[in-house]
């Protein structure tokens, strides 16, 4: 893609799934790539990752929940590389429960790390893009279920269609400045956080039933699409979401006209 080679890319939560594809992605596009990761428990599917992407990418450890270890990561980020041109907020997680069943403890906490973390990395881009001159890139990976709502699993869902404003609203305070900040909203993933419903073929079938194009993408579709925006073939695009779901905002139970 046209851009992005010699960029400096810092990508959160990369060690597995998107995450991993987005920075393997970039690699190929011969970006420069920092890969995030949050613990020791991940450190050795990121050092994987590290390995598969070559070139001068490094490993950055930060729970991205936490502000401080942010400002850490970001610092680290542009000292090894001199500067930073791209963000990719990808870190996330889910809890599902059923609505009045669900803790306080883990709405929190997918709050924060789904929308807060998302806030701290961007602001910390942010501060760093008005520092010197160019600008700089920001993709959040939202979801289908920022406009699709997700029963049993609210916190998610309140988490992306928050996200959706942030890039909005960033967007539109920035681009002034030369920022341009968008998201991608995927929909089925074949990643290992949905290795329940891949690996059973029942459970895989009624995924798939409701997305119009039948079948799940492959991690490596959604990554070319973080590429293409962050990337200068998309240089008059910001405040956007691009949903890459096969169809599924399209309202797949409309396929049939029952409603007239």
Not at 43 to 68: C, K, N
Not at 105 to 113: E, H, I
Request: glycine content about 8%; aromatic content about 6%; charged content about 20%.
């Amino acid at each position: 893609m046209k851009g992005l080679a010699g960029k400096n890319v810092l990508i959160t939560g990369a060690s597995s799934g998107i995450g991993r594809a987005i920075a393997l992605r970039f690699a190929q596009e011969r970006s420069n790539v920092a890969l995030n990761y949050r613990s020791a428990a991940e450190r050795a599917d990121a050092e994987a990752a590290l390995a598969e992407a070559g070139g001068r990418s490094i490993l950055v450890e930060a729970d991205v929940a936490l502000e401080s270890a942010v400002k850490d990561m970001v610092t680290q980020t542009i000292e090894h590389f001199g500067r930073l041109d791209i963000l990719i907020n990808n870190a996330g997680i889910q809890f599902p429960a059923p609505s009045h069943e669900a803790s306080a403890a883990d709405f929190d906490r997918v709050l924060d790390v789904n929308l807060r973390g998302p806030f701290l990395c961007s602001r910390e881009a942010i501060r760093h893009f008005l520092s010197r001159p160019g600008g700089g890139v920001i993709v959040n990976n939202s979801s289908v279920h920022q406009i699709v709502p997700k029963p049993t699993y609210l916190s998610y869902s309140v988490s992306k269609g928050a996200i959706g404003n942030l890039t909005r609203t960033l967007a539109l305070e920035y681009a002034a400045d030369g920022i341009r900040v968008n998201a991608v909203g995927p929909g089925a993933v074949v990643t290992p956080i949905n290795r329940a419903w891949i690996d059973d073929p029942a459970r895989r079938a009624v995924v798939e039933s409701h997305i119009p194009m039948g079948r799940a993408a492959d991690p490596a579709e959604i990554a070319a699409v973080f590429a293409f925006l962050a990337s200068d073939e998309a240089a008059y695009i910001t405040g956007q979401t691009l949903f890459a779901c096969g169809g599924i905002t399209l309202y797949p139970e409309f396929r049939t006209a029952w409603s007239s």
